[in-house]
């Protein structure tokens, strides 16, 4: 992609200024879902929705039928890391250690919709059991968390774990872009 | 920032087999990483000519949205603040979208596909 204004040239999956005036330059990504519309809305009732004509039919629930295709990827310690949607599938929790980054990832068949979230919140680093298909429980203190990262029982409830950027991508995508990422699985 | 994103009119040479890349991105530089990965072989080239950066798209919400956006459809979601923002996929893709120049709770933002 390319800024109006100084004509830069930007890579869009790194948020890297590759050529230009702010060739160097990092936009920060933020955290994002890729979701069915249904679950989003029940999630934020009060949402508002890009309103223009369809380009593609393509990107339903049905999307995802090969899910060894796609992968989270994120920013860990030293490098970058990414998850099969294979592996998220197997389990609706996974506690990551990225070289020193704890991130846990929750997946939800339903909605098609991988999340992360820090572990670490404030100098506790919490590791996380699923509890039914839409709640976890971490096994520090016992409390329940809903799958938006918020405690709703327990020691903790009212506390809201951090979101970890974390971007869905075809696999070859990711690893083209970053080809030293390293794979995680649940071994 | 005073800057805004448009559509690129140039590729990767190494461009990759992927539509399929969502990120929404802040339109805020910051520093870059060490652990950026090297892309000295960025060599692009110019394969369309410029399109129209799109900064006025319109926008619905929830509650009045009848046959627009399906409930299987997949949507890409952002928070800002105390807003909910939602990005059907299907309204994403081709040469002449994937990009978004959006505003969010004041925040200027860009969703990419």
């Known amino acids: 992609m390319m800024d109006t204004e100084s004509k830069s040239l930007w890579s869009h999956l790194l948020g890297l200024g590759m050529e230009g005036k702010h060739k160097g330059v990092r936009l920060k990504t933020l955290p994002s879902d890729m979701l069915t519309w249904s679950a989003w809305k029940s999630e934020f009732p009060d949402t508002t929705v890009l309103n223009m004509s369809r380009t593609n039919r393509n990107y339903t629930d049905e999307f995802y039928k090969t899910p060894e295709r796609f992968v989270v990827g994120f920013l860990g310690g030293h490098g970058m890391y990414h998850v099969s949607f294979a592996t998220l599938r197997k389990t609706s929790v996974m506690n990551l250690d990225a070289r020193g980054v704890a991130v846990v990832a929750t997946f939800d068949s339903d909605s098609t919709s991988a999340r992360l979230f820090k572990r670490k919140l404030a100098d506790r680093v919490l590791t996380f059991e699923s509890v039914g298909k839409q709640q976890f429980k971490d096994k520090q203190t016992g409390s329940t968390w809903d799958r938006s990262g918020k405690a709703v029982d327990g020691e903790m409830k009212g506390q809201t774990l951090v979101p970890h950027v974390g971007i869905i991508s075809f696999r070859k995508a990711w690893m083209t872009f970053h080809p030293r990422s390293k794979e995680l699985t649940l071994d | ?113």
């Open chain 2, 1 to 113: 920032m005073d800057w805004l994103p448009c559509m690129g009119m140039v590729r990767p040479m190494t461009r990759p087999a992927c539509s399929f890349l969502a990120v929404i991105l802040a339109l805020v530089p910051a520093v870059v990483p060490s652990c950026a990965d090297d892309r000295s072989d960025f060599n692009p080239r110019r394969l369309m000519r410029p399109v129209r950066a799109i900064v006025d798209a319109p926008f619905l919400a929830a509650s009045a949205v009848t046959d627009e956006v399906n409930d299987n459809e997949l949507v890409m979601g952002v928070v800002v603040g105390d807003q909910a923002r939602a990005y059907p996929v299907n309204m994403l893709t081709g040469p002449r979208r994937e990009i978004i120049n959006d505003t969010v709770a004041k925040a200027p933002i860009a969703a990419t596909w």
